[in-house]
Antibody, heavy 120, light 107 residues
Framework: EVHLVESGGGLAQPGGSLRLSCAASGFTFRSYEMNWVRQAPGKGLEWVSYISDGGFTIYYADSVKGRFTISRDNAKNSLFLQMNSLRAEDTAVYYC?????????????WGQGTLVTVSS | EIALTQSPATLSLSPGERATLSCRASQSVSSSLAWYQQKPGQAPRLLIYDASNRATGIPARFSGSGSGTDFTLIISSLEPEDFAVYYCQQRYYWPRTFGQGTKVEIK
């Protein structure tokens, strides 16, 4: 059974940093493209970042470009999101989500999410 | 960036009734559209991919249609567990974008 478990969320000050992790199990992680999607409190879903299966192709939403860095460790079945220069508007639940198949752009499995709160 | 506009914002219906949800894209996204269901405190769940294909384990009462700019999700007969928020999402262009959601609530 596919499982995605996020961790690393918490309270950060504006301008601060956090590193999110997503532990994957139940599938061949190195064969799947992965994403981060976030949801501000009471709001809709916003795609944040994508990384290809080998980690060589990466995309970001304009709202986080230059501040967030996505990466993965296929040997450890893990996905990461390094979040720097955090702003209040980055406050959200962050989900890792798997692409249904190579290049699909459709998210078939999601983690339970980890809450990031940016506040002084 | 492709904007997805969902309507209505809220749909008030009774169990057993038919729900019709709409998603309109600002440019053609071909058939590259998915629908997700989200219940409070839970992660989204994939319902429909490529406009009309049900994801694994999704009941037949959920159906999707459309192409280009206009898409529809139909729930043929609402079950109590179907009251939730529904999002559409396009995968045709970067960045991937979602609609703002339609809440299906109990009347």
């Amino acid at each position: 059974e596919v499982h995605l478990v996020e961790s690393g969320g918490g309270l950060a000050q504006p301008g601060g940093s956090l590193r999110l992790s997503c532990a994957a199990s139940g599938f061949t992680f190195r064969s799947y493209e992965m994403n981060w999607v976030r949801q501000a409190p009471g709001k809709g879903l916003e795609w944040v970042s994508y990384i290809s299966d080998g980690g060589f192709t990466i995309y970001y939403a304009d709202s986080v470009k230059g501040r967030f860095t996505i990466s993965r460790d296929n040997a450890k079945n893990s996905l990461f999101l390094q979040m720097n220069s955090l702003r209040a508007e980055d406050t959200a639940v962050y989900y890792c989500a798997r692409d249904r198949y190579h290049g699909s752009g459709t998210f078939d499995y999601w983690g339970q999410g980890t809450l990031v709160t940016v506040s002084s | 960036e492709i904007a997805l506009t969902q309507s209505p914002a809220t749909l008030s219906l009774s169990p057993g009734e038919r729900a019709t949800l709409s998603c309109r894209a600002s440019q053609s996204v071909s058939s590259s559209l998915a629908w997700y269901q989200q219940k409070p405190g839970q992660a989204p769940r994939l319902l429909i991919y490529d406009a009309s294909n049900r994801a694994t384990g999704i009941p037949a009462r959920f159906s999707g249609s459309g192409s280009g700019t206009d898409f529809t999700l139909i729930i043929s007969s609402l079950e109590p567990e179907d009251f939730a928020v529904y999002y559409c999402q396009q995968r045709y262009y970067w960045p991937r974008t979602f609609g703002q959601g339609t809440k299906v609530e109990i009347k």
